[in-house]
């Protein structure tokens, strides 16, 4: 895993002109399965894939923070949601809440979180790659797919799948 994480900014950097296109022609005309197919995408890979050996996203990139987020995560820390932002938040070009910092500060060295069970929205739903209405993150996933092996991988399965026409 260690080796592939290293690769695979490059990997994505390498695939990213193909990649663009491809989504660019799967936004103009999803297939009607779309959904479908990634869900069983995205579970087939997620059976092989252990988050644990990796939390790249953990590492390298934070989450946004809804203020439903913040308020859960606070009432676990048994802080005030004001306090919670002062100590771990900052307000990002788009105003969004995001951390002050990466890595993750709830990330532990055994690529645990200590707040998984409250964890923010986006990190429950990452990467995506079974989101409904797929084909309007295809920028959102394009950006994983440098930071996320199952992205990577997901996508690179997608195209062997999918075949996308103009």
């Not at 994505?12 to 990649?19: G, I, T, V």
């Not at 964890?119 to 989101?131: F, G, L, S, V």
């Given at each position: 895993?260690?080796?592939?994480?290293?690769?695979?900014?490059?990997?994505?950097?390498?695939?990213?002109?193909?990649?663009?296109?491809?989504?660019?022609?799967?936004?103009?005309?999803?297939?009607?399965?779309?959904?479908?197919?990634?869900?069983?995408?995205?579970?087939?890979?997620?059976?092989?894939?252990?988050?644990?050996?990796?939390?790249?996203?953990?590492?390298?990139?934070?989450?946004?923070?809804?203020?439903?987020?913040?308020?859960?995560?606070?009432?676990?820390?048994?802080?005030?949601?004001?306090?919670?932002?002062?100590?771990?938040?900052?307000?990002?070009?788009?105003?969004?809440?995001?951390?002050?910092?990466?890595?993750?500060?709830?990330?532990?060295?055994?690529?645990?979180?200590?707040?998984?069970?409250?964890?923010?929205?986006?990190?429950?739903?990452?990467?995506?790659?079974?989101?409904?209405?797929?084909?309007?993150?295809?920028?959102?996933?394009?950006?994983?797919?440098?930071?996320c092996p199952a992205a990577y991988r997901i996508v690179e399965e997608m195209k062997k799948r999918l075949k996308v026409h103009?």
């Open positions: 895993m260690d080796d592939f994480l290293k690769r695979l900014p490059q990997l994505a950097k390498d695939k990213h002109k193909e990649n663009k296109k491809y989504f660019a022609k799967l936004k103009k005309k999803p297939p009607k399965d779309l959904d479908y197919v990634m869900q069983e995408l995205h579970d087939a890979e997620f059976e092989q894939t252990d988050c644990l050996q990796c939390a790249n996203c953990c590492k390298t990139t934070g989450p946004l923070f809804t203020n439903t987020d913040i308020e859960r995560i606070s009432r676990r820390l048994k802080l005030r949601p004001q306090q919670f932002i002062d100590r771990y938040l900052r307000i990002d070009e788009d105003k969004d809440y995001v951390l002050q910092s990466v890595p993750c500060a709830f990330l532990g060295d055994d690529n645990y979180c200590a707040i998984y069970d409250v964890r923010p929205k986006a990190c429950r739903e990452y990467p995506h790659t079974d989101r409904k209405k797929f084909h309007q993150i295809t920028n959102l996933t394009l950006k994983n797919t440098a930071i103009r």
